[in-house]
């Protein structure tokens, strides 16, 4: 099969060896797949990944029980053992023995074929089209957000970063109908979130009050952290999705000063996400920079790596 594969460099490979199903496993026909900030930091050498990359997709099951034979899914990403303490405790994203598809321990969906946990799956409604499908991933971590912090109407909020993630955190904010701002530097992707009817401010122009009761840091830079540090109220919570592998020397006095809540958010629900873009209070098609056929894989990566670019998809169906 083709694959995009990540061993001392990234290497686009024509005969790469199928998946092999485990136990409980089936084999996904990945139909199409996402480029997200974490392939690329996992090329720069987050996780020490070895191995296919892609963890954003969508496909058709081609073999596995009957129930799923045929149908159109995405995949939840965590692999899990229902076994370990984390997971009998209703946290089985944190299981100990975990593997993550495309990022820790398991090869992903940048590839013709790829094997998962049937228990992961979830099947995609014909209301969607195949580029919405492979958001439903990131629009879960997005709504992950609101799990961890209790949005209502009066609360004001912050996302610094106007990217991928930003813009869908900023969309499933705006939902609560909190008052909402996002604070970016790209202007295109500012105007995005304002046609999305969220207040949009160029970091230039921000003026910079410790007046927020949560600020959400999609930024994925240790500037964007320390920038959510300054807008916090005394007393009030950053929600932290970046994680800016390497990256050291944030002073984090402020936290302590003014007993500031760091919350770290990653996965969250596919059901919520897949419900979000059916009823389409978030909007992905707009944020679609590129779509590349398969075989130009590492091109698109390097693109999806350039700062104007949103999601760049990769087209596996040609
Ligand atoms: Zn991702
Ligand atoms: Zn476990």
């Not at 075989?295 to 693109?303: I, P, T």
Request: with cysteine.
């Amino acid at each position: 099969m083709r694959a995009l594969v990540l061993e001392k460099k990234l290497q686009y490979q024509a005969n790469h060896p199928d998946p092999k199903p485990g136990e409980g496993e089936c084999l996904v026909r990945v139909l199409m797949a996402g480029i997200c900030s974490t392939d690329l930091q996992l090329v720069q050498g987050y996780m020490q990944f070895r191995g296919v990359l892609g963890h954003e997709f969508v496909g058709v099951v081609e073999s596995g029980s009957a129930a799923w034979l045929g149908k159109r899914v995405v995949c939840e990403i965590n692999c899990v053992c229902r076994g370990c303490d984390m997971c009998l405790s209703g946290l089985a994203n944190h299981c100990r023995k975990r593997t993550v598809v495309g990022i820790d321990g398991r090869d992903g969906g940048f590839a013709d074929l790829v094997s998962v946990p049937e228990a992961n799956l979830h099947e995609v409604p014909d209301t969607l089209s195949d580029e919405q499908a492979v958001f439903v991933e990131p629009v879960a971590a997005a709504y992950q957000t609101l799990s961890q912090y209790p949005f209502v109407a009066k609360t004001k909020a912050t996302v610094v970063g106007s990217g991928r993630l930003g813009l869908l955190v900023a969309q499933v904010l705006a939902e609560t109908g909190c008052q909402l701002t996002v604070v970016g530097r790209n202007e295109a992707k500012l105007l995005l979130a304002e046609k999305r009817g969220v207040q949009a401010v160029h970091v230039d122009e921000l003026i910079c009050r410790a007046d927020h009761d949560v600020v959400v840091d999609c930024s994925g830079s240790p500037e964007g952290f320390e920038l959510a540090m300054r807008l916090v109220r005394p007393r009030g919570s950053i929600v932290l999705k970046s994680t800016f592998a390497g990256e050291q020397g944030v002073n984090l006095a402020a936290v302590v000063v003014n007993e500031i809540t760091v919350v770290g958010s990653r996965c969250g629900s596919f059901t919520e996400a897949i419900n979000a873009l059916v009823r389409e209070a978030v909007e992905v098609r707009p944020m679609i920079t590129q779509t590349f056929p398969f075989d130009r894989a590492v091109e698109a990566m390097a693109v999806a790596g350039r700062r104007e670019s949103l999601k760049i998809l990769l087209d596996m169906r040609r």
